[in-house]
């Protein structure tokens, strides 16, 4: 559920009128509902706080999905924690107000000076992800007079997701370690100094719209936490990652509701007593904002006709990226009974797959109408770039009928003077 309708014929963002932000900020913009951003958060806790109150949970919001400072802070609000991947987004989770206390470590490839800086912060729990890093980490720790608590991530061979490039639970994903190898590491690091091991960790992929794959992970999880309790090893923390999926198509099935999910994880852990921790992304921010975007041309070929528009792949990458849909409408409701006809959606970027949308059945446009790109409050900001030299969209976070710049547009310094020439060429 999202907070983007039209009212008397004009799209808003809560109580604002998309077309006031864009008066006042331009395109592209993305803009975001506080409204929608409280509602999934608070879905989701009160999703387990039904499935089994008894159970202490912790919701670590996957912050590269998104990472504007006012987005998360609006979570932290909530008491939504931060699920990080690198120093920079540690810094930008303190800097929103999440406590260290309320933030995880996770990712492939964490450098000696990510640990330092991780460790050193003090947040809650780092998630291993080889044995490299346990040997580098447990040092580094041990160095700094610190004893780190941390998870192992384990790699189920369960893959699921809404795309092959977003799968992460497979064999030959590079993520976490193989059970086996799981075993033996998390027997080393019980005797290591400088880190407490407290359990384990699982994210098998994106985009899903299945419980049964999470629900194979989990029970394989169990079953490997249950042999390390009998082993007597300590296991006091599981954390179950991401990946619930968000409509992107409103005439596709729906994915799991977030009550389906807990009683599933409930199920799965029946009996079994540990804290669990979950890092949602996509389900909390997807729906919590829209891409607005305005029509700078229209170009008809013969059987084609082109809605060129001012956003560009390098604003959102997810249709280049993984053929993602998005749903696409103009600001102003088109009228009923209006006619429509198949249009290509392009950005203006020197690509051919700076393509939003093609073959979607659109009213007619011309120049200046302005369009909104929906569901694009996950992995559409976080993943932009300045390609073509084109600045960063700004970012507005609407609350009731207020609404605040949250990220201005790139400035042009910004853009231009972050490179230099050599010495020799000045
Ligand atoms: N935890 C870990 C360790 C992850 O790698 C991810 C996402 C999440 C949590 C959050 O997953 P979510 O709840 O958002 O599904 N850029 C792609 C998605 C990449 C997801 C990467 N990892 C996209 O635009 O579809």
Known sequence: MHHFDYINGALHAEHVPIAKIVAAVGTPVYVYSTATLVRHAQVFQAAFAQANPARTIMVCF?????????VLATLAAQGIGADVVSEGEIRK?????????????????????????????????????????LHRLAKIAAHMGKTMPIVLRVNPD????????????????????????????????????????????????????????????FTKLRGLAQELRDAGLPITHLD?????????????????EPAEYAQMVER????????????PGRMIVGNAGVLITQVVDVKHRPNRRFIVVDAGMNDLMRPAMYEAFHHIQPVVQPVDGATLSAADVVGPVCE?????????????????????ILTAGAYGASMASSYNQRR?????????????????RQSWDDLLGCDDMAAWQK
């Open 352 to 372: 051919s797959s700076d393509v939003f949308a093609t073959d979607r059945m659109l009213p007619e446009a011309i120049e200046g109408d302005v369009y909104a």
């Open 158 to 217: 369960v893959g699921a997701g809404g795309h092959e490039k977003i799968t992460t639970g497979r064999d030959d994903n590079k993520f976490g370690v193989g059970f086996t190898e799981a075993k033996r590491l998390y027997t080393d690091a019980a005797q290591l100094p400088g880190v407490k091991i407290q359990g384990l960790a699982v994210h098998i992929g994106s985009q899903i719209f299945d419980l049964d794959p999470l629900a194979e992970a």
């Open 268 to 279: 799965v852990f029946a009996g079994f007593d540990v804290q669990l921790a979950f890092e």
């Open 240 to 256: 179950l990652g991401g990946g619930l999926g968000v409509p992107y198509e409103f005439d596709q099935t729906h994915p799991p």
């Open 93 to 133: 989770a303190l800097l929103a107000g999440i406590p260290a206390q309320q933030i995880v470590f996770s990712g492939v490839g964490k450098t000696d000076d990510e640990l330092k800086f991780a460790v050193d912060a003090g947040i809650y729990q780092i998630n291993v992800e080889s044995e490299g890093e």
């Open 62 to 70: 996957a912050m590269k999905a998104n990472s504007n400072r006012a």
């Open 392 to 408: 960063l969209a700004p970012e507005v976070l609407v609350n009731g009928d207020e609404f605040a710049t949250v990220r201005p």
